[in-house]
């Protein structure tokens, strides 16, 4: 059954260091959206992603954020320049544009650690 | 401003018991999700509603949407310690997702 794969399953970072995070979203699927969560707390919507541009995006998701799509297969979040605060488990998920299938698939997540 | 509100935040019932989360939302919505979340682990899609009146079931679990009132809810039937983990809801709006606080739900054998 295809899936959404992440990498890398596990990042440490020093603050003020840039991250990269990697997505594949399933092949067919067009809507492509980041997550993150903190330890314990609920899911926070970043940014979703349709037609190789920013749909929506949260008020987290300010300048030190951007995501892209480099190829036909993955969709990153890059971190300019991480806080301590930007320690969490990001998750990315993807869905398809057919009506009906409106299912979103999440990825494994990435558990990222700023010290 | 789009909210939700999930409730209870936390449930401890016993095998074999019934039960209904609720989800309360503050504004239209496009897409309304229910996920289960064990700890450690990623999202497990487990419905999508769409429009009002809609209801869906799988197992021991049912979703249904009243879109007048801006309200779901999950309902679990005789309980089994299985469905122990965390159910958010979340609501989508022009592909903007807000996720309730999540009811950590845990079952006793």
């Known amino acids: 059954e295809p899936e959404v794969t992440q990498t890398p399953s596990h990042q440490v970072t020093q603050m003020g260091q840039e991250v990269i995070l990697r997505c594949v979203p399933i092949?067919?699927?067009?809507?492509f959206y980041w997550y993150r969560q903190i330890l314990g707390q609920k899911v926070e919507f970043l940014v979703s992603?349709?037609?190789?541009?920013?749909?929506?995006k949260s008020e987290i998701f300010d300048d030190q954020f951007s995501v892209e799509r480099p190829d036909g297969s993955n969709f990153t979040l890059k971190i300019r320049s991480t806080k301590l605060e930007d320690s969490a488990m990001y998750f990315c998920?993807?869905?398809?544009?057919?009506?009906?299938?409106?299912?979103?698939?999440f990825g494994p997540g990435t558990r990222l650690l700023v010290l | 401003e789009l909210k939700v509100e999930q409730n209870p935040l936390f449930l401890s019932m016993q095998e074999g018991k019934n039960y209904t989360i609720y989800c309360n939302y503050s504004?239209?919505?496009?897409?309304l999700y229910w996920y289960r979340q064990d700890p450690g682990k990623s999202l497990e899609s487990l419905f999508v509603?769409?429009?009002?009146?809609a209801v869906k079931q799988e197992g021991r679990l049912m979703a249904s949407l009243d879109t007048k009132a801006r309200l779901s809810t999950l309902h679990i039937t005789a309980a089994v310690h299985d469905l122990s983990a965390t159910y958010f809801c979340?609501?989508?709006?022009?592909?903007?997702?807000?996720f309730g606080k999540g009811t950590r739900l845990h079952i006793l054998p």
């Open positions: 504004t239209t919505s496009d897409r």
């Open positions: 092949s067919n699927h067009l809507y």
């Open positions: 979340a609501v989508d709006r022009d592909d903007k997702i807000i």
């Open positions: 992603f349709y037609n190789n541009e920013i749909s929506e």
């Open positions: 998920a993807s869905r398809t544009i057919l009506a009906g299938q409106e299912t979103q698939y």
């Open positions: 509603l769409l429009s009002n009146g």
